[in-house]
């Protein structure tokens, strides 16, 4: 059984940072793309960032890139997102779960389980 486990979320203010981390049980993690999706208030959730299974690849959302940073640690079976410059758009709950796509193909959500998420909010 998935269990994914998201935290780090927080009230921000513009142009802030935050460090989110996610653990995962059930799965394969160390073979297995790790991905961050993230669900805005009234909005479908969105793919943001996407990491190999070795860590050696990343991919991010056009949105995201340049200020997001996704890594893992395979013996911790943990994945985290570096946030920095978050505005009021990053406002969103956030979910991590393994992921499926490619640098041609959408990335997408391997598991329909789903964690509780983590609320990110970013306002003065």
């Known amino acids: 059984q998935v269990r994914l486990v998201e935290s780090g979320g927080g009230l921000v203010q513009p142009g802030g940072s935050l460090r989110l981390s996610c653990v995962a049980s059930g799965l394969t993690f160390n073979d297995t793309a790790m991905g961050w999706f993230r669900q805005a208030p009234g909005k479908d959730r969105e793919f943001v960032a996407a990491?190999?299974?070795?860590?050696?690849?990343?991919f991010y959302a056009d949105s995201v890139k340049g200020r997001f940073t996704i890594s893992r640690d395979n013996a911790k079976n943990m994945v985290y997102l570096q946030m920095s410059d978050l505005g009021p758009e990053d406002t969103a709950v956030y979910y991590c779960n393994a992921a499926s796509g490619s640098s041609k193909m959408p990335w997408g959500p391997e598991y329909n389980t789903w964690g509780q998420g983590t609320q990110v909010t970013v306002s003065s």
């Open positions: 990491v190999s299974w070795n860590g050696g690849a990343t």
